[in-house]
């Protein structure tokens, strides 16, 4: 499969806490991206960090790449019940076409 | 909201049958891709349409067809339907060869 792998693949904490979820993929990569999904909706780009970062800051996500592991961590602070969503990250294969991991489903709760 | 519109949003059919998925992309958008996600995974990519021209194929059969149209709208096709078939279809449009895409909500597909 050319899915990477997420781990893990769920996650329940309490609201306040940090989640982190981590990917892995298969390829070279000239960049990687992280979705969130609602409940079987549709999926909205959360941030997207390149092959020459190690580390991006947007709110309070923080992403990082390390891509002689191939892989990448997503960090979310003080977490909150809005939070809860499954969560994918994504890159291009070497054809060009856009590869997600299998996601985190992270639970929030109140 | 992502400027992105899918229809229908749940559709039932049995096996064997033929499915019609719509997508209108966001404004300025040239480029859509759909995706199959099966429960609890991740989207598979079937194909991407650029100019009206198919422009990538994921690992589906030709019984998976579409259509992009002059307005960037695109239609998926899915003829000789079967059980597995069943999930979400989920349309993104985007500007060719940028990596940022914007998803619909999805079409819950279910055959029986």
Known sequence: SQQGE?????????????????????????????YRQNSGRGLVHL??????????HSGRLRVTLDTSKKSSSLLITASRAADTA??????RNQGGKLIFGQGTELSVKP | ETGVTQSPTHLIKTRGQQVTLRCSSQS???TVSWYQQAL???????????????????????????????????????NALELDDSALYLCASSLYDKNIQYFGAGTRLSVL
């Open chain 1, 86 to 91: 499954s969560y994918f990250c994504s890159w």
């Open chain 2, 40 to 78: 609890g995974q991740g989207p598979q990519f079937i194909f991407q349409y650029y100019r009206e021209e198919e422009n990538g194929r994921g690992n589906f059969p030709p019984r998976f067809s579409g259509l992009q149209f002059p307005n960037y709208s695109s239609e998926l096709n899915v």
């Open chain 1, 47 to 56: 941030i997207l960090i390149r092959s020459n970062e190690r580390e991006k």
């Open chain 1, 6 to 34: 997420e781990d893990p693949q769920a996650l329940s904490i309490q609201e306040g806490e940090n989640a982190t979820m981590n990917c892995s993929y298969k390829t070279s990569i000239n960049n990687l991206q992280w």
């Open chain 2, 28 to 30: 300025g958008h040239n």
